[in-house]
């Protein structure tokens, strides 16, 4: 099956795809938070997105849309308005979210001038050798790195939740036939995969174990009701319905904080069940004082949802073959991101013989990052030597000027769109003095040359790390895109990231085509995709 990552932006993207041409959608789009500043993250996506999105899934099909709680109603509502319907919204649970709450009484104390007591040391607090600049500036004995504690009204208020759920939105296209089943043998879309996705026990118990358990060994019942959530037991149909208890609307990570949080539940305990000598014919009177059903199962309640964990090593897994250097301009020059903008052409241009090498712009704008095989290093640095001495910059300088202005003026002027104006794009160039255009043309001829000298540093070249802030488990995506995508069928993902659910669809032979705005993520999601293997999963060190 196809497993491809295409750049560029989603809705131009979705476009050029055909009708009806996937079968599920699975996907994990901006939540609208701001996340760590994101410019990506300033809005959920909007309706005109998922119409897209449902002109290309075939009636029927499904999709899981991933969400934050705080704006879970505006995406369902978007998706909804698009033409969807909403199905269920499937709960993720986890235990790796951290609180991000005003300390109100601190901040009151602060306020008014208030003292605070010491309480003990902060084990939250970063240390002075932390990445983080004001960090670094305190020392572990600074009030910064204190528990305290006020005196004031408003202590121990505070202004949010922790986070540790994720809601995804099941959502449905419409039927094109009159019945799912007629829908099904058309399309093979309409329905979720039950039984592949079962939630397997936890004791190792075999189907044929759980029969005897449940029917007393008498292999020859119609059925056998069960309060334990493997549904009916038919003794035509053993193998499908023991394969675990009916998939639910709510996924965990199994990290001791999430299983801790569900009450211990324990099976009812076998006891005789009274002979009846009525003449009734059901299997309970035929069993006499056999034991009554019963599954000797006990522990947390979370054994009853599936528990997708994930790996500490999947993260990077198939990144160690690339090496990334970084380029930071420094704050108050001229021009700052019209030079970086035009320098990122120049090094595309002047490398692009090798195609070997990748360059991006990072999501503040104000650095470049490159991206290349170990194994190609020496062909690199032979032709970096070239480009220096030839001066191969210097006659690609003027070419991308007009354009690159052009670009980031627009984009400035239309909040980020770089489509909204061409006149104001046109009227931007003409704006530009000739003055200009020569500041500039040193400028980025000069950060291009920075970026070449830091490659040929030993010390700049850093292993690529999988730099997206939010992956998702191997295993969580798995078992969604086998939730709802039909044998052979194809997965689209309008928001890859670092190709997460590309990996799901691979290792359970579904085609994908995922659709990413950053160029930096696509090669990392390319990179992590192409390493995984059908048997991956069974090395990783969990």
């Given at each position: 099956?196809?497993?491809?990552?295409?750049?560029?932006?989603?809705?131009?993207?979705?476009?050029?795809?055909?009708?009806?041409?996937?079968?599920?959608?699975?996907?994990?789009?901006?939540?609208?938070?701001?996340?760590?500043?994101?410019?990506?993250?300033?809005?959920?996506?909007?309706?005109?997105?998922?119409?897209?999105?449902?002109?290309?899934?075939?009636?029927?099909?499904?999709?899981?849309?991933?969400?934050?709680?705080?704006?879970?109603?505006?995406?369902?509502?978007?998706?909804?308005?698009?033409?969807?319907?909403?199905?269920?919204?499937?709960?993720?649970?986890?235990?790796?979210?951290?609180?991000?709450?005003?300390?109100?009484?601190?901040?009151?104390?602060?306020?008014?001038?208030?003292?605070?007591?010491?309480?003990?040391?902060?084990?939250?607090?970063?240390?002075?050798?932390?990445?983080?600049?004001?960090?670094?500036?305190?020392?572990?004995?600074?009030?910064?790195?204190?528990?305290?504690?006020?005196?004031?009204?408003?202590?121990?208020?505070?202004?949010?939740?922790?986070?540790?759920?994720?809601?995804?939105?099941?959502?449905?296209?419409?039927?094109?036939?009159?019945?799912?089943?007629?829908?099904?043998?058309?399309?093979?879309?309409?329905?979720?995969?039950?039984?592949?996705?079962?939630?397997?026990?936890?004791?190792?118990?075999?189907?044929?174990?759980?029969?005897?358990?449940?029917?007393?060994?008498?292999?020859?019942?119609?059925?056998?009701?069960?309060?334990?959530?493997?549904?009916?037991?038919?003794?035509?149909?053993?193998?499908?319905?023991?394969?675990?208890?009916?998939?639910?609307?709510?996924?965990?990570?199994?990290?001791?904080?999430?299983?801790?949080?569900?009450?211990?539940?324990?099976?009812?305990?076998?006891?005789?069940?009274?002979?009846?000598?009525?003449?009734?014919?059901?299997?309970?009177?035929?069993?006499?004082?056999?034991?009554?059903?019963?599954?000797?199962?006990?522990?947390?309640?979370?054994?009853?949802?599936?528990?997708?964990?994930?790996?500490?090593?999947?993260?990077?897994?198939?990144?160690?073959?690339?090496?990334?250097?970084?380029?930071?301009?420094?704050?108050?020059?001229?021009?700052?991101?019209?030079?970086?903008?035009?320098?990122?052409?120049?090094?595309?241009?002047?490398?692009?013989?090798?195609?070997?090498?990748?360059?991006?712009?990072d999501e503040s704008g104000e650095s470049i990052m490159a991206l290349f095989p170990k194994d190609s290093l020496s062909i690199i640095l032979t032709e970096i030597n070239r480009i220096?001495?030839?001066?191969?910059?210097?006659?690609?300088?003027?070419s991308p000027i007009n354009e690159s202005i052009a670009g980031v003026s627009c984009e400035k002027v239309n909040g980020g769109n770089l489509a909204e104006s061409a006149v104001k794009?046109?009227?931007?160039?003409?704006?530009?003095?000739?003055?200009q255009q020569a500041e500039l043309a040193r400028g980025a001829n000069g950060v291009a040359l920075k970026m070449l000298s830091l490659i040929k540093d030993a010390a700049s070249r850093?292993?690529?790390?999988?730099?997206?802030?939010?992956?998702?488990?191997?295993?969580?995506?798995?078992?969604?895109?086998?939730?709802?995508?039909?044998?052979?069928?194809?997965?689209?993902?309008?928001?890859?990231?670092?190709?997460?659910?590309?990996?799901?669809?691979?290792?359970?032979?579904?085609?994908?085509?995922?659709?990413?705005?950053?160029?930096?993520?696509?090669?990392?999601?390319?990179?992590?995709?192409?390493?995984?293997?059908?048997?991956?999963?069974?090395?990783?060190?969990?």
């Amino acid at each position: 099956m196809s497993v491809k990552i295409i750049q560029g932006d989603c809705m131009t993207v979705l476009k050029t795809l055909p009708d009806n041409s996937v079968d599920s959608i699975v996907t994990d789009p901006p939540y609208g938070i701001s996340f760590m500043g994101k410019h990506w993250d300033y809005n959920v996506p909007k309706v005109e997105v998922w119409q897209e999105a449902l002109r290309v899934l075939k009636p029927g099909g499904h999709a899981l849309i991933a969400c934050g709680t705080r704006t879970q109603h505006r995406m369902a509502v978007n998706i909804e308005d698009a033409g969807f319907e909403i199905r269920d919204i499937v709960g993720w649970i986890y235990g790796s979210g951290f609180p991000k709450s005003l300390n109100i009484g601190k901040a009151v104390d602060k306020l008014q001038g208030n003292e605070r007591e010491v309480v003990g040391d902060n084990p939250n607090a970063r240390s002075s050798h932390g990445t983080n600049p004001l960090s670094m500036q305190c020392s572990p004995n600074s009030i910064e790195h204190k528990n305290t504690k006020g005196n004031s009204e408003w202590e121990g208020y505070g202004t949010a939740l922790k986070p540790a759920m994720e809601l995804w939105t099941l959502a449905r296209k419409p039927l094109s036939e009159p019945t799912v089943a007629a829908n099904v043998l058309k399309w093979s879309t309409g329905g979720i995969n039950i039984d592949d996705c079962r939630v397997e026990y936890n004791d190792g118990t075999t189907p044929e174990q759980i029969l005897k358990k449940y029917t007393g060994n008498n292999e020859n019942n119609d059925s056998v009701t069960n309060n334990f959530g493997v549904g009916e037991i038919k003794s035509t149909n053993t193998k499908s319905t023991l394969q675990g208890r009916f998939p639910a609307n709510l996924i965990h990570d199994g990290s001791d904080e999430v299983v801790k949080g569900f009450p211990d539940s324990k099976t009812s305990a076998s006891k005789p069940c009274d002979c009846r000598t009525d003449g009734a014919t059901s299997f309970d009177a035929m069993r006499g004082n056999r034991p009554a059903r019963g599954y000797d199962e006990n522990g947390s309640a979370a054994r009853f949802f599936y528990c997708a964990k994930s790996s500490k090593s999947e993260r990077n897994l198939g990144l160690d073959g690339y090496l990334t250097v970084k380029y930071s301009i420094s704050k108050g020059e001229i021009l700052c991101k019209e030079e970086i903008t035009v320098a990122v052409q120049l090094l595309e241009r002047a490398m692009s013989d090798l195609g070997l090498m990748s360059f991006s712009i990072d999501e503040s704008g104000e650095s470049i990052m490159a991206l290349f095989p170990k194994d190609s290093l020496s062909i690199i640095l032979t032709e970096i030597n070239r480009i220096i001495e030839l001066k191969t910059l210097q006659s690609l300088t003027l070419s991308p000027i007009n354009e690159s202005i052009a670009g980031v003026s627009c984009e400035k002027v239309n909040g980020g769109n770089l489509a909204e104006s061409a006149v104001k794009c046109n009227q931007s160039k003409r704006d530009i003095t000739k003055e200009q255009q020569a500041e500039l043309a040193r400028g980025a001829n000069g950060v291009a040359l920075k970026m070449l000298s830091l490659i040929k540093d030993a010390a700049s070249r850093k292993p690529l790390t999988n730099i997206h802030s939010t992956v998702k488990p191997i295993a969580l995506m798995r078992y969604l895109c086998r939730l709802i995508t039909p044998p052979q069928g194809t997965i689209l993902d309008c928001f890859a990231g670092s190709g997460s659910t590309g990996i799901a669809a691979k290792l359970e032979g579904f085609g994908f085509i995922g659709i990413e705005r950053e160029a930096e993520y696509c090669r990392i999601a390319e990179a992590r995709i192409e390493s995984w293997k059908p048997d991956a999963q069974e090395v990783l060190a969990l």
